[in-house]
T-cell receptor, first 115, second 111 residues
Framework: AQSVAQPEDQVNVAEGNPLTVKCTYSVSGNPYLFWYVQYPNRGLQFLLKYITGDNLVKGSYGFEAEFNKSQTSFHLKKPSALVSDSALYFCAVRDSSYNTDKLIFGTGTRLQVFP | DAGITQSPRHKVTETGTPVTLRCHQT?????MYWYRQDPGHGLRLIHYSYGVKDTDKGEVSDGYSVSRSKTEDFLLTLESATSSQTSVYFC??????????FGPGTRLTVT
């Protein structure tokens, strides 16, 4: 079965420090991986995706993610956190069992950046 | 929000009443989706559409139906609302192989 896991419900980091939000996946075939962010009372916003190519993917708002095939991980990173980065983050993988664009989402990780 | 609107944005209804939520896009994207978001569950797919009049079930489709008579509109109907359907509902759109874009959400409360 295809799945995505976000092992941390919450991540706390001080402003200016680097941050990492973890994601691991399980799919058959080559994975299409995504990160989304959700601010309070808003819909999800697309941050970045990995389909093929360079294992380090750069996205919006200074975020990047590293694809690691051997560890089946796709961790979200940012070199220097901002208080405004505080939000709910979702990792997702495309469901490869159908010829659609269906995504399987993780349960989300709440990022709290303290001043 | 990428040319996606949802209506209504908030609704309170009573158990047993029918409810219809509307998603409207101006992007002419082929795929449309309905999700529900609940604490501890992330986003779960209810139904999706891969073209006009072409729809299929997601992982939590019981108690829900959908219709898509035009490219731009995707309707979600709760035939007889129950308290377990209290949730935040999101519509999303995508083109083949691409990322999904989400609407602003509808907060539904069933009393």
């Amino acid at each position: 079965a295809q799945s995505v896991a976000q092992p941390e419900d919450q991540v706390n980091v001080a402003e200016g420090n680097p941050l990492t939000v973890k994601c691991t996946y399980s799919v058959s075939g080559n994975p299409y991986l995504f990160w989304y962010v959700q601010y309070p009372n808003r819909g999800l916003q697309f941050l970045l995706k990995y389909i093929t190519g360079d294992n380090l993917v750069k996205g919006s708002y200074g975020f990047e993610a590293e694809f690691n095939k051997s560890q089946t991980s796709f961790h979200l990173k940012k070199p220097s956190a901002l208080v405004s980065d505080s939000a709910l983050y979702f990792c997702a993988v495309r469901d490869s069992s159908y010829n659609t664009d269906k995504l399987i989402f993780g349960t989300g990780t709440r990022l709290q950046v303290f001043p | 929000d990428a040319g996606i609107t949802q209506s209504p944005r908030h609704k309170v209804t009573e158990t047993g009443t029918p409810v219809t939520l509307r998603c409207h896009q101006t992007e002419n994207h082929r795929y449309m989706y309905w999700y529900r978001q609940d604490p501890g569950h992330g986003l779960r797919l209810i139904h999706y559409s891969y073209g006009v009049k072409d729809t299929d079930k997601g992982e939590v489709s019981d108690g829900y139906s959908v219709s898509r008579s035009k490219t731009e509109d995707f309707l979600l109907t709760l035939e007889s609302a129950t308290s377990s359907q209290t949730s935040v509902y999101f519509c999303a759109i995508s083109e083949s192989g691409g990322e999904q874009y989400f609407g602003p959400g509808t907060r539904l409360t069933v009393t």
